[in-house]
């Protein structure tokens, strides 16, 4: 059974930093595009970040871009998500994504949220002015 466990969330002030990361009981965990999505109450899940399987990629949406660091680590099976210079718009449940990706598409990154297959639960970051 595949589990994705997110961790690394709380409560900070606006321009403060926090390390998300998310445990993938994955067996191949290094064939597998990772993502981070939010959602902020009363609103539609968006993506935030995502990473190829060799992690060679990366992609981010337009409002984390310069902020924000998607990062992997194929041996720990984990990705990591870092959050800097944070506002109180990034308030959300932050959630994991993964999805098998072919071998020779090493440099694969998915945006689309029906484009994943398995996602954690969610961890909470809530950022105060």
């Known amino acids: 059974q595949v589990q994705l466990v997110e961790s690394g969330g709380g409560s900070v002030q606006a321009g403060g930093s926090l390390r998300l990361s998310c445990a993938a009981s994955l067996r191949t965990f290094g064939s597998y595009a990772m993502g981070w999505f939010r959602q902020a109450a009363g609103n539609e899940r968006e993506f935030v970040a995502g990473i190829s399987w060799s992690g060679g990629s990366t992609n981010y949406a337009d409002s984390v871009k310069g902020r924000f660091t998607i990062s992997r680590n194929n041996a720990k099976n984990t990705v990591y998500l870092q959050l800097n210079s944070l506002k109180p718009e990034d308030t959300a449940v932050y959630y994991c994504?993964?999805?098998?990706?072919?071998?020779?598409?090493?440099?694969?990154?998915?945006?689309?949220?029906?484009?994943?297959?398995?996602w954690g639960q969610g961890t909470q970051v809530t950022v105060s002015s």
């Open positions: 994504a993964a999805d098998w990706i072919k071998y020779s598409d090493a440099c694969t990154v998915l945006i689309r949220e029906r484009l994943y297959e398995y």
